[in-house]
């Protein structure tokens, strides 16, 4: 698509003011093209992604780390370009509306989300929630699932800190106590990384196996930043 810029002092400028309108509304539009819209401007302004890989448990990030640095050596002009073609994509009138004003934006963050809906949330929405009440209508079959990065409701319960939660779905699901996701890493690597040691406490009377290996080669001890829970595991070692 012809983006109609003659110069780069030009290009920037349309870049600039689309940006601008992106961080001024909210579009309603899908995961992939906030992470699209996010990842060009990150090149457009930054170049190749350079920063270390987020934390596993930093989902959002990771998935804004991921879509960045699958750009790889991406001119940043190209990047501005595609990012202004995906605006008129989006918005086939967004230059009719955009702010005038001219300089950088900031824009580190992808489009707002807005909240979901109560009658739309389900069973990991109330796991993330603390909702033990509404975990408790769900049969342990139901309860056995996992979302699209292999995450058990074990993991989020675990990663979030919920001890509650934790002992209570250790009763209905004991079978995911070392259940891995998509990078090998256990409800134990995510409670040892976020150093909740009551939590971590809990899965090692369940037998959480403590020799497990991730993708990278990362066992749950290798995560520790508490004197504490090290101790805890080194003692299972």
């Known amino acids: 698509m012809d983006v109609n810029v003659n110069s780069d002092d030009s290009l920037s400028k349309t870049f600039n003011i689309a940006a601008s309108y992106v961080a001024s509304i909210s579009l309603d539009v899908s995961v992939d093209d906030r992470l699209y819209l996010y990842s060009h401007y990150k090149q457009a302004i930054e170049g190749e992604c350079s920063i270390p890989k987020p934390s596993f448990f930093d989902l959002q990030g990771r998935k804004k780390w991921e879509a960045w640095k699958s750009l790889k050596q991406l001119p940043k002009e190209k990047a501005m370009e595609l990012y202004i073609e995906k605006v008129?994509?989006?918005?086939?009138?967004?230059?009719?509306?955009?702010?005038?004003?001219?300089?950088?934006?900031?824009?580190s963050t992808m489009v707002r989300e807005d909240p979901i809906d109560e009658?739309?949330?389900?069973?990991?929405?109330?796991?993330?929630?603390?909702?033990?009440?509404?975990?408790?209508?769900?049969?342990?079959?139901?309860?056995?699932?996992?979302?699209?990065s292999g995450m058990s409701l074990l993991h989020w319960?675990?990663?979030?800190g919920y001890?509650?939660?934790?002992?209570?779905?250790?009763?209905?699901?004991?079978?995911?106590?070392?259940?891995?996701?998509?990078?090998?890493?256990?409800?134990?690597?995510?409670?040892?990384s976020c150093s909740h040691e009551e939590v971590v406490k809990i899965l090692l009377a369940n037998n959480a196996n403590t020799n497990?290996?991730?993708?990278?080669?990362?066992?749950?001890?290798?995560?520790s930043q508490n004197e504490s829970i090290t101790s805890m595991l080194k003692q299972i070692l």
Request: glycine fraction near 4%; hydrophobic fraction near 35%.
């Open 88 to 107: 008129t994509e989006l918005d086939p009138s967004w230059k009719l509306v955009a702010p005038t004003k001219t300089g950088w934006v900031s824009v």
């Open 119 to 148: 009658s739309a949330k389900n069973i990991f929405d109330f796991v993330q929630e603390n909702n033990l009440d509404k975990m408790k209508l769900y049969s342990s079959e139901e309860l056995s699932v996992c979302d699209e």
């Open 157 to 160: 319960a675990s990663d979030r």
């Open 163 to 192: 001890l509650e939660m934790v002992q209570y779905l250790l009763k209905q699901i004991p079978q995911h106590i070392n259940s891995q996701d998509n990078e090998g890493q256990t409800p134990l690597h995510y409670a040892v």
């Open 212 to 223: 497990v290996k991730d993708e990278e080669g990362t066992f749950p001890i290798d995560l």
